[in-house]
């Protein structure tokens, strides 16, 4: 019998279970990781944040239970539906989301199994390190601008030095945290950097403590659960608006399994396979649409928790996922968290997202890139440009995300362009 591989960087590899008191803080660290995110798109669209939440943490759960415990992935609410929700609340209400987010999900399902026939051996071809590592490198820097914004502008969009002043408090914490501490402390840097970063912010007066004082103790999320709340009828706008949008988040997904292969030393794309990743994916959105809320997505938020602790237990994930299930009915410690300031999580996210840019970087210097030939160059540009400038492809109802656009012209150009261009055979 060969003996399990452990990734010798890990301070606790994917089986590795932690302790009771430090699984909790370690798992309260990825739930307050991803809350401001998770709720935000509820918030954005009309639903109720606390289904999200339920959402959320149920999702991640059957993701870790279809991929057999084997990939460290937080599922939270995907950002990508958002414009196709709002119009779809506004014009046929939320039965129309669950119809389109089911369906998205029936998407992934049908593309698991086409991926089980083929295999994903053509990853490799599709997938080079050229591509890979620029791709890996958008989706930490995608976002910077907006977590640079979140640390400027106010609710009122006015530059508030306030803010600035707490995200930068809050990033030199959360960095001293992480170099300085050792023991269980030196593994929860994240965490410790929110509640100081919180702390200042109520010091400098930019918390909002009326969300707290008025929320209950227990509260019941508003579910949409279809032969309950309503009678389900087919939706074929619905439909044809959001099913698109699931080869976008494809590629998001394919993206940060990139990035996970890299932090533990893993192929997840061959154990436990692209088949079984897409699947547990597919049928968390169809959970998420059938109980009321948002489709789901793995985070880069949860990722960069991941790179920078080197904790990467599948427990403390699936820890996080049952603390998100039960917040969704704890009305006041919901708020605590909804009371956290962009600021705040903005200072967070200057590390989270900077950890993964890194990454596809580190990926390009192993792999030893030769950026003198003009096909390397001309791919990492393009995909830089494009996925961190923010282009964005919209026909009609249809939005190709800056990100998905950029991984699919790097693919492309890996694909179409020659390996030596007609100058460099001279």
Same mark, same amino acid.
């Given at each position: 019998?060969?003996?399990?591989?452990?990734?010798?960087?890990?301070?606790?590899?994917?089986?590795?279970?932690?302790?009771?008191?430090?699984?909790?803080?370690?798992?309260?660290?990825?739930?307050?990781?991803?809350?401001?995110?998770?709720?935000?798109?509820?918030?954005?669209?009309?639903?109720?944040?606390?289904?999200?939440?339920?959402?959320?943490?149920?999702?991640?759960?059957?993701?870790?239970?279809?991929?057999?415990?084997?990939?460290?992935?937080?599922?939270?609410?995907?950002?990508?539906?958002?414009?196709?929700?709002?119009?779809?609340?506004?014009?046929?209400?939320?039965?129309?989301?669950?119809?389109?987010?089911?369906?998205?999900?029936?998407?992934?399902?049908?593309?698991?199994?086409?991926?089980?026939?083929?295999?994903?051996?053509?990853?490799?071809?599709?997938?080079?390190?050229?591509?890979?590592?620029?791709?890996?490198?958008?989706?930490?820097?995608?976002?910077?601008?907006?977590?640079?914004?979140?640390?400027?502008?106010?609710?009122?969009?006015?530059?508030?030095?306030?803010?600035?002043?707490?995200?930068?408090?809050?990033?030199?914490?959360?960095?001293?945290?992480?170099?300085?501490?050792?023991?269980?402390?030196?593994? %929860?840097?994240?965490?410790?950097?929110?509640?100081?970063?919180?702390?200042?912010?109520?010091?400098?007066?930019?918390?909002? +403590?009326?969300?707290?004082?008025?929320?209950?103790?227990?509260?019941?999320?508003?579910?949409?659960?279809?032969?309950?709340?309503?009678?389900?009828?087919?939706?074929?706008?619905?439909?044809?608006?959001?099913?698109?949008?699931?080869?976008?988040?494809? +590629?998001?997904?394919?993206?940060?399994?990139?990035?996970?292969?890299?932090?533990?030393?893993?192929?997840?794309?061959?154990?436990?396979?692209?088949?079984?990743?897409?699947?547990?994916?597919?049928?968390?959105?169809?959970?998420?649409?059938?109980?009321?809320?948002?489709?789901?997505?793995?985070?880069?938020?949860?990722?960069?928790?991941?790179?920078?602790?080197?904790?990467?237990?599948?427990?403390?994930?699936?820890?996080?996922?049952?603390?998100?299930?039960?917040?969704?009915?704890?009305?006041? %410690?919901?708020?605590?968290?909804?009371?956290?300031?962009?600021?705040? %999580?903005?200072?967070?996210?200057?590390?989270?997202?900077?950890?993964?840019?890194?990454?596809?970087?580190?990926?390009?210097?192993?792999?030893?890139?030769?950026?003198?030939?003009?096909?390397?160059?001309?791919?990492?540009?393009?995909?830089?440009?494009?996925?961190?400038?923010?282009?964005?492809?919209?026909?009609?109802?249809?939005?190709?995300?800056?990100?998905?656009?950029?991984?699919?012209?790097?693919?492309?150009?890996?694909?179409?362009?020659?390996?030596?261009?007609?100058?460099?055979?001279?």
């Amino acid at each position: 019998m060969t003996k399990k591989y452990r990734n010798p960087e890990a301070i606790l590899d994917i089986h590795e279970k932690p302790k009771p008191l430090p699984w909790l803080g370690l798992s309260l660290q990825h739930l307050f990781t991803m809350f401001g995110a998770t709720v935000l798109v509820p918030r954005l669209v009309g639903l109720d944040p606390g289904i999200a939440l339920v959402s959320s943490g149920l999702g991640t759960l059957v993701y870790l239970l279809i991929t057999k415990g084997k990939i460290p992935a937080y599922l939270g609410s995907s950002f990508a539906f958002i414009a196709a929700m709002q119009m779809l609340m506004k014009t046929q209400g939320y039965p129309a989301i669950a119809q389109g987010a089911m369906t998205t999900g029936l998407v992934y399902l049908i593309v698991a199994m086409i991926v089980k026939r083929s295999g994903s051996a053509w990853l490799d071809k599709v997938l080079p390190p050229i591509v890979v590592g620029p791709v890996v490198m958008v989706i930490g820097l995608g976002l910077a601008a907006n977590a640079a914004n979140s640390a400027m502008f106010n609710t009122a969009g006015e530059y508030d030095f306030r803010y600035v002043f707490v995200a930068l408090i809050t990033l030199a914490l959360t960095i001293f945290f992480n170099m300085w501490f050792k023991g269980f402390l030196g593994l %929860i840097p994240i965490l410790l950097g929110i509640v100081s970063g919180y702390f200042v912010a109520l010091i400098t007066g930019i918390v909002d +403590t009326n969300i707290i004082t008025q929320a209950s103790w227990f509260s019941l999320p508003n579910f949409e659960i279809p032969f309950v709340q309503y009678q389900p009828t087919l939706q074929i706008g619905a439909i044809v608006t959001m099913a698109p949008i699931a080869f976008v988040t494809m +590629t998001e997904h394919i993206g940060h399994l990139m990035v996970l292969n890299k932090l533990t030393k893993r192929n997840f794309f061959e154990d436990p396979g692209l088949s079984k990743t897409l699947a547990g994916d597919g049928v968390a959105q169809i959970v998420a649409g059938f109980i009321g809320g948002p489709p789901t997505t793995s985070y880069g938020e949860n990722i960069g928790v991941l790179a920078i602790t080197r904790v990467h237990s599948v427990f403390v994930i699936a820890g996080a996922a049952i603390l998100a299930v039960a917040l969704g009915f704890v009305g006041k %410690i919901s708020a605590v968290i909804l009371s956290i300031p962009n600021p705040v %999580i903005s200072g967070i996210s200057f590390v989270l997202f900077g950890v993964i840019a890194a990454s596809g970087l580190k990926i390009l210097i192993e792999n030893k890139v030769d950026f003198d030939k003009k096909k390397n160059l001309i791919i990492a540009s393009v995909i830089l440009v494009v996925g961190i400038g923010g282009l964005v492809l919209e026909v009609g109802t249809f939005t190709l995300s800056a990100m998905a656009l950029a991984t699919v012209l790097g693919i492309a150009l890996n694909l179409i362009l020659p390996e030596v261009s007609r100058s460099e055979e001279d």
